[in-house]
């Protein structure tokens, strides 16, 4: 096996995983035509799902700089075990969403998809789009105006009976209307699970329309959350933070600890299906305390293996003021001999704005103990630049609607620069969040941003996958991920 990494870890070029997730989808879909055409509907089930994907992806992972043929050798077997044990098993029982083939190409729908973990189908006949409602699973169903017939809408009711299924309309239902499609707008309106997003759609309101769709088939009771937790079934994936030095590399640095829930029945679950009846059935507080304790535990187990990551926890509103909740968490930390100083707690702008507020001291008590702490979601409005009066935050980090407007308006560029030369005057490190493209990446130059994290540098992964890309590199500073 090629040496885990001993010195400070590598630098990752902006873009590098996620332009490496995106050929690797592609050579998937080259490879399954291939087979298709060889096997028909005979093809091999390890090319089904998003397994074939992830198995390219690691091994693309390990491939990604040149290195000895012994090493490649080695490198090779660990992308063929990854794949056996499951890169990420959770996405292969993924929830289904199916959508024309007409907007194959959207990247709106990809960017969901990959968001959401759905695994997507796409039909291009009446035909296809039956078989692929048949069966009991749950699924998203995605139409246009185009797919909106009688056909349609008869296949959609016969698998009322046996399954559970969302409808998203890509389509304006006065335009439907107006297309003497009277009747079949009024047949849908009798769906339950219907959501209209326009044809227009962008990626935050097929988002938001996907979630609803899904919360509403995820029926979630506190039994089995709890149950979810004794089991082990919620799982934590982990994010990489990239970090500026002093040569102006990009270095990873630290880990945002995310939770998910491996459902044994609906896949992976992201926390917006799940905390909100966290949050009514009181169990943010053991949720919260799990996953400080595995972040701990993850930290340990990289460090024994030469990688030394910070951890960033979001730190739910409801537990601040929980006024043991500092001295909870150092003792977790401490009893799996870390610093505080190694862990950063997120705290949501909005829980701040009374500077009076009783969590402000919970807040206090964390770095007093060490710990640090990041003010999450900036958004450069005047509460948010009230908050720097009373509370001294050791981060900032500024929210991607803020980076969009940036991007379009030269004033709000001018004002986030200036936000950022003001939070360094405090002592304040500025991280953005949601930088998905080059645009992003070259903004944050302008504008002297330290950190930044998201799809252009990674999505969250499982730990082996970052053991996996850093062991794989030779042990230098300068190497690139």
């Given at each position: 096996?090629?040496?885990?990494?001993?010195?400070?870890?590598?630098?990752?070029?902006a873009?590098?995983?996620?332009r490496m997730w995106?050929d690797?989808?592609r050579?998937a879909?080259?490879?399954?035509?291939h087979?298709?055409?060889?096997?028909?509907?005979?093809?091999?089930?390890?090319l089904?799902?998003m397994?074939?994907?992830?198995?390219?992806f690691?091994?693309?992972?390990?491939g990604?700089r040149?290195?000895?043929?012994?090493a490649t050798q080695?490198?090779?077997?660990m992308?063929?075990?990854?794949?056996k044990?499951?890169?990420?098993?959770?996405?292969l029982n993924a929830?289904?969403?199916i959508a024309?083939?007409?907007?194959r190409?959207?990247?709106?729908?990809m960017?969901?998809v990959?968001?959401?973990?759905?695994?997507?189908?796409?039909f291009?006949?009446?035909?296809?789009?039956?078989?692929?409602?048949?069966?009991?699973s749950?699924?998203?169903?995605?139409?246009?105006?185009?797919?909106?017939t009688?056909?349609?809408?008869?296949?959609?009711?016969?698998?009322?009976?046996?399954s559970m299924?969302?409808?998203i309309?890509?389509?304006?239902r006065?335009?439907?209307?107006s297309s003497?499609q009277s009747?079949l707008?009024?047949?849908l309106?009798?769906?339950?699970?219907?959501?209209?997003?326009?044809q227009?759609?962008?990626?935050?309101?097929?988002s938001?329309?996907?979630?609803r769709?899904?919360?509403r088939m995820?029926?979630?009771?506190r039994q089995?959350?709890?149950s979810?937790?004794?089991?082990?079934?919620?799982?934590?994936?982990?994010?990489?933070?990239?970090e500026?030095n002093?040569?102006?590399?990009w270095?990873?640095?630290?880990?945002?600890?995310?939770?998910?829930?491996h459902?044994?029945?609906?896949?992976l679950?992201g926390?917006?299906?799940?905390?909100?009846?966290?949050?009514?059935?009181?169990?943010m507080?053991?949720?919260?305390?799990?996953?400080v304790?595995?972040?701990?535990?993850?930290?340990?187990a990289?460090?024994?293996?030469g990688?030394?990551l910070?951890?960033?926890?979001n730190?739910?509103s409801?537990?601040?003021?929980?006024?043991d909740?500092?001295?909870?968490?150092?003792?977790?930390?401490?009893?799996?001999?870390?610093?505080?100083a190694?862990?950063?707690?997120e705290?949501?702008?909005?829980d701040?704005?009374?500077p009076?507020a009783?969590h402000?001291a919970?807040?206090?008590?964390?770095?007093?103990?060490?710990f640090?702490?990041?003010?999450?979601?900036?958004?450069?409005?005047?509460?948010s630049?009230g908050?720097?009066e009373?509370?001294?935050f050791?981060?900032?980090k500024?929210?991607?609607?803020?980076?969009?407007?940036?991007?379009q308006?030269?004033?709000?560029?001018?004002v986030?620069?200036?936000?950022t030369?003001?939070a360094?005057?405090l002592?304040?490190?500025v991280?953005?969040?949601g930088v998905?493209?080059?645009?992003?990446?070259?903004?944050?130059?302008t504008?002297?941003?330290?950190k930044?994290?998201g799809?252009?540098i990674s999505?969250?992964?499982?730990p082996?996958?970052?053991?996996?890309v850093?062991?794989?590199?030779?042990?230098?500073p300068?190497?690139?991920?």
């Amino acid at each position: 096996m090629p040496p885990a990494l001993k010195t400070p870890l590598p630098s990752v070029r902006a873009g590098g995983w996620w332009r490496m997730w995106c050929d690797s989808s592609r050579r998937a879909c080259e490879l399954r035509a291939h087979y298709r055409g060889r096997y028909g509907a005979r093809q091999p089930k390890t090319l089904s799902g998003m397994g074939l994907v992830q198995w390219l992806f690691c091994r693309n992972l390990m491939g990604f700089r040149p290195i000895s043929p012994s090493a490649t050798q080695n490198t090779y077997g660990m992308a063929v075990s990854a794949y056996k044990e499951g890169v990420d098993r959770t996405l292969l029982n993924a929830m289904l969403l199916i959508a024309s083939d007409t907007i194959r190409a959207n990247r709106a729908l990809m960017d969901v998809v990959r968001e959401m973990s759905f695994t997507l189908s796409f039909f291009a006949s009446a035909a296809k789009f039956a078989e692929l409602m048949r069966g009991q699973s749950r699924r998203v169903v995605l139409l246009t105006e185009a797919d909106v017939t009688a056909e349609a809408l008869r296949t959609l009711d016969g698998a009322r009976d046996r399954s559970m299924f969302g409808i998203i309309i890509a389509a304006d239902r006065a335009s439907l209307r107006s297309s003497r499609q009277s009747e079949l707008v009024d047949k849908l309106a009798g769906f339950d699970n219907l959501e209209w997003v326009g044809q227009d759609f962008d990626f935050d309101r097929l988002s938001a329309s996907a979630r609803r769709c899904r919360r509403r088939m995820l029926r979630v009771s506190r039994q089995e959350l709890e149950s979810a937790l004794e089991n082990g079934e919620i799982v934590l994936r982990y994010q990489p933070k990239v970090e500026r030095n002093a040569g102006k590399e990009w270095l990873t640095h630290e880990a945002e600890a995310l939770i998910r829930w491996h459902h044994p029945e609906h896949g992976l679950i992201g926390p917006l299906e799940f905390l909100p009846e966290a949050e009514a059935f009181g169990l943010m507080g053991k949720l919260s305390e799990f996953v400080v304790r595995e972040a701990a535990k993850q930290q340990v187990a990289w460090r024994n293996q030469g990688i030394v990551l910070d951890s960033c926890i979001n730190l739910a509103s409801s537990q601040l003021n929980n006024p043991d909740l500092a001295s909870t968490y150092r003792d977790i930390v401490k009893a799996a001999g870390l610093e505080c100083a190694s862990f950063t707690f997120e705290v949501i702008e909005q829980d701040l704005a009374d500077p009076t507020a009783p969590h402000l001291a919970t807040i206090k008590s964390l770095r007093n103990h060490g710990f640090r702490i990041c003010l999450d979601d900036f958004r450069v409005a005047a509460a948010s630049l009230g908050t720097f009066e009373h509370l001294p935050f050791d981060e900032i980090k500024i929210h991607a609607s803020a980076l969009k407007r940036a991007q379009q308006d030269p004033v709000c560029m001018a004002v986030l620069a200036a936000v950022t030369g003001l939070a360094h005057s405090l002592g304040m490190s500025v991280c953005a969040e949601g930088v998905e493209d080059q645009a992003t990446f070259e903004l944050l130059k302008t504008i002297q941003c330290d950190k930044m994290q998201g799809f252009l540098i990674s999505e969250a992964v499982i730990p082996n996958i970052i053991r996996r890309v850093y062991s794989s590199k030779e042990p230098t500073p300068n190497s690139a991920a």
